[in-house]
T-cell receptor, first 113, second 114 residues
Framework: NAGVTQTPKFRVLKTGQSMTLLCAQD?????MYWYRQDPGMGLRLIHY???????AKGEVPDGYNVSRLKKQNFLLGLESAAPSQTSVYFC????????????FGPGTRLTVT | AQSVTQPDIHITVSEGASLELRCNYS??????LFWYVQSPGQGLQLLLK??????LVQGIKGFEAEFKRSQSSFNLRKPSVHWSDAAEYFC????????????FGTGTRLLVSP
């Protein structure tokens, strides 16, 4: 099993450009999450999904959109990138049966200039 | 609201010495507590977790943590640190909300000196 994978690993955007980050998991997990990690701030939840076709906002959702059309994929979109969105983005997933144990992907480092 | 405090931003330990990383949480009920490790350029890996029962939990890589309700703490320990333990360590508490959010501390970076 590959676990949780993220595409791309690195990306540089100009302000105003758009992009989509892809998270894929092969563990048949119901729950998926997108976090951002900034220095000195730990990880903060952007959006999450409790199942295929359902998404919800986390604590820092502004400027981001998500979709979960397939159970194994969770997409994070930036419609108009801003320098404040420079961060490392992590995707995580977990099964509904094991409370709170989340499995993380390797991260995507995004720089917005 | 739930919160997690990791008071040490950086800690330097000599190889072979013991380690203790501090974590304090704020949560109204019995918390679900986690320690994750992040090696440079990598994602987060679960070291150990506490849900209930024995307050001393064992994890991977020789780590253990002790839950102390009276002190609202969940400190991570290792008796003898190896150079490969150099990484960033995150404590997290699981919120008992509809979507089971994890609240993370700000992390402690461990440096291991020869």
């Amino acid at each position: 099993n590959a676990g949780v994978t993220q595409t791309p690993k690195f990306r540089v955007l100009k302000t105003g450009q758009s992009m989509t980050l892809l998270c894929a998991q092969d563990m048949n997990h119901e729950y998926m999450y997108w976090y951002r990690q900034d220095p000195g701030m730990g990880l903060r939840l952007i959006h999450y999904s409790v199942g295929e076709g359902t998404t919800a906002k986390g604590e820092v959702p502004d400027g981001y959109n998500v979709s979960r059309l397939k159970k194994q994929n969770f997409l994070l979109g930036l419609e108009s990138a801003a320098p404040s969105q420079t961060s490392v983005y992590f995707c995580a997933s977990r099964t509904a049966e094991i409370v709170y144990e989340q499995y993380f992907g390797p991260g995507t480092r995004l720089t917005v200039t | 609201a739930q919160s997690v405090t990791q008071p040490d931003i950086h800690i330097t330990v000599s190889e072979g010495a013991s380690l203790e990383l501090r974590c304090n949480y704020s949560y109204g009920a019995t918390p679900y507590l986690f320690w994750y490790v992040q090696s440079p350029g990598q994602g987060l890996q679960l070291l150990l977790k506490y849900f209930s029962g024995d307050t001393l939990v064992q994890g991977i890589k020789g780590f253990e943590a002790e839950f102390k309700r009276s002190q609202s703490s969940f400190n991570l320990r290792k008796p003898s640190v190896h150079w490969s333990d150099a990484a960033e360590y995150f404590c997290a508490v699981g919120e008992n909300t509809g979507f089971q959010k994890l609240v993370f501390g700000t992390g402690t970076r461990l440096l291991v000196s020869p």
